[in-house]
Nanobody
Framework: QVQLVESGGGLVQAGGSLILSCAAS????????MGWFRQAPGKEREFVAS????????YYADSVKGRFTISRDNAKNTVYLQMSSLKPEDTAVYYC????????????????????WGQGTQVTVSS
C-alpha cells in the first residue's frame, strides 16, 4: 500500500503563498490520480484539487480555482499544491490522497474514491 507524507504547511498572512508537498512511497505512483483535500475546524473534509497520473489533466474546487495549482513530479513520487492569494478561510488541515484504482479519472477522487490518505499538514492564514 502506498504511504503518503505531506509537508510544507505553516502560518502565513492573508494574500501570501505556500507550497505543500506530498511524497509517496511505492513504485506505482505514476499510475495513480492524486488529490488534495482539506478540513477546517468543525467542518467536513472537502475536495481541493486533483491531477491525473500523467499530470496532463487537473480539476479544482471552485473555491480555489485561479489561486491554487496542483502539479506532480513522477520521477520524485511527489505531488504539490501551490497556494497563492491565501485567505483566512483557507485555514485547514490539508490532506494528500491517492485514487483507489490505477489510471482513474480526475473526478472520481473528487467524489471520494480514495485509496489512502496522508497524515495531513496544518495551514493557517492570518487576517
Amino acid at each position: 500500500q502506498v504511504q503518503l507524507v505531506e509537508s510544507g504547511g505553516g502560518l502565513v498572512q492573508a494574500g501570501g503563498s505556500l507550497i505543500l508537498s506530498c511524497a509517496a512511497s511505492g513504485r506505482t505512483f505514476s499510475t495513480y490520480t492524486m488529490g488534495w483535500f482539506r478540513q477546517a475546524p468543525g467542518k467536513e473534509r472537502e475536495f481541493v484539487a486533483s491531477i491525473s497520473s500523467t499530470g496532463g489533466s487537473t480539476y479544482y474546487a471552485d473555491s480555489v480555482k485561479g489561486r491554487f495549482t496542483i502539479s506532480r513530479d513522477n520521477a520524485k513520487n511527489t505531488v504539490y499544491l501551490q497556494m497563492s492569494s491565501l485567505k483566512p478561510e483557507d485555514t485547514a488541515v490539508y490532506y494528500c490522497a491517492i485514487d483507489a484504482t490505477m489510471f482513474g479519472n480526475i473526478y472520481n477522487i473528487a467524489r471520494g474514491r480514495i485509496g489512502s490518505w496522508g497524515q495531513g499538514t496544518q495551514v493557517t492564514v492570518s487576517s
